[in-house]
């Protein structure tokens, strides 16, 4: 018998709907609610939205150890303007998430923000306010990933929300967590150690640092996903293709462990009802490495054809078996 390869799906504007979720019966093995997106007070609406409709598994993907923006209005950022990060959060100003970032930073930080390649330096710091100056222009939004490029900032595992939402989620009978930002063994062990055993969590391996510690990682837990998104972040995307490929290599030599491939799979479905032959190659190309399951996000949390979505990796995992 041939493995059953998952499909794992974020809710999103999208796809939190009636029609979505009654489709999800038959066609979706897990519903990932992103707590990057959502506040811990929404969070018990959210799932008793869902389980309404459907039946079919969610999981609570953890904040982790990430820096996000904080903007009242997104806007576009040229070369060599001027920028002011605010201590707290304010509408004049960008601020950090989580705050305590705030301390952290220096003078000649560079900081990598979202997927629009904007870069910017820091030039002077006070006691409230730090002054910065755009070197790759780009869009600056609410929400996105900040990278540090030049050092590594320590920050906690999980955030005090990452924790309020376990807590809600074990309320509610939950069993399925990710943990983002893995980065070690400790990692692991910490993250088991507040959810116990009864639990199956998934690792994402989403950073230079993770996949330097895979061997030792993978040893300690069995579930894990490959983020190429935040991982191209913190690796060369000229690389991501070789790191795919050396991680599935690992999993090989480890038996009953699984490893999900995420980002970019169907990323011009976001805005087409159709894939491009590259997309579909990519994903062929998972399967064919291993991959034990496929995660759409974007594509199904804000795109607007996250049910075309779902049936075109269903047609590709069925071409997959066939062949």
Do not use: W
Not at 89 to 98: G, T, V
Not at 121 to 128: L, P, Q, R, T, Y
């Amino acid at each position: 018998m041939k493995k059953k390869i998952q499909i794992i799906t974020t809710l999103g504007p999208s796809s939190l709907n009636t029609a979505f979720l009654k489709f999800s019966n038959k066609n979706i093995d897990l519903l990932r609610l992103n707590m990057s997106h959502i506040e811990p007070e929404e969070l018990e609406k959210k799932i008793k939205f869902i389980r309404k409709f459907t039946k079919t598994n969610i999981c609570i993907d953890t904040e982790g150890a990430q820096i996000r923006t904080k903007v009242f209005k997104p806007r576009d950022l040229k070369k060599n303007q001027n920028l002011k990060i605010s201590r707290v959060k304010d509408r004049k100003f960008l601020s950090l998430y989580p705050h305590e970032i705030f301390e952290k930073l220096k003078t000649k930080d560079i900081l990598n923000i979202g997927f629009n390649n904007l870069l910017i330096e820091i030039k002077s710091k006070k006691k409230n306010l730090i002054s910065a100056k755009v070197i790759r222009s780009g869009k600056l939004e609410n929400n996105k990933g900040v990278h540090i490029e030049n050092r590594k900032i320590g920050i906690n595992f999980i955030t005090e929300k990452d924790r309020k939402a376990i807590l809600i989620a074990k309320k509610n009978n939950l069993k399925y967590f990710a943990l983002s930002f893995t980065n070690s063994r400790e990692d692991v062990e910490n993250f088991n150690a507040i959810l116990g055993d009864n639990c199956q969590k998934i690792f994402k391996i989403e950073t230079k640092r993770a996949v330097k510690n895979f061997n030792k990682i993978i040893k300690n837990a069995d579930n894990f996903l490959i983020d190429r998104g935040d991982l191209s972040k913190d690796i060369s995307v000229v690389e991501i293709p070789k790191i795919q490929r050396k991680l599935m290599m690992i999993k090989k030599n480890f038996k009953n462990k699984k490893i999900f491939v995420a980002t970019n799979l169907l990323e011009s479905m976001i805005e087409n009802n159709y894939p491009t032959r590259g997309e579909a190659n990519d994903i062929y190309s998972s399967l064919e490495m291993g991959a034990n399951g496929l995660v759409l996000a974007a594509e199904t949390a804000i795109g607007k054809y996250p049910t075309s979505c779902v049936k075109f990796i269903k047609e590709m995992i069925l071409s997959f078996k066939k062949y």
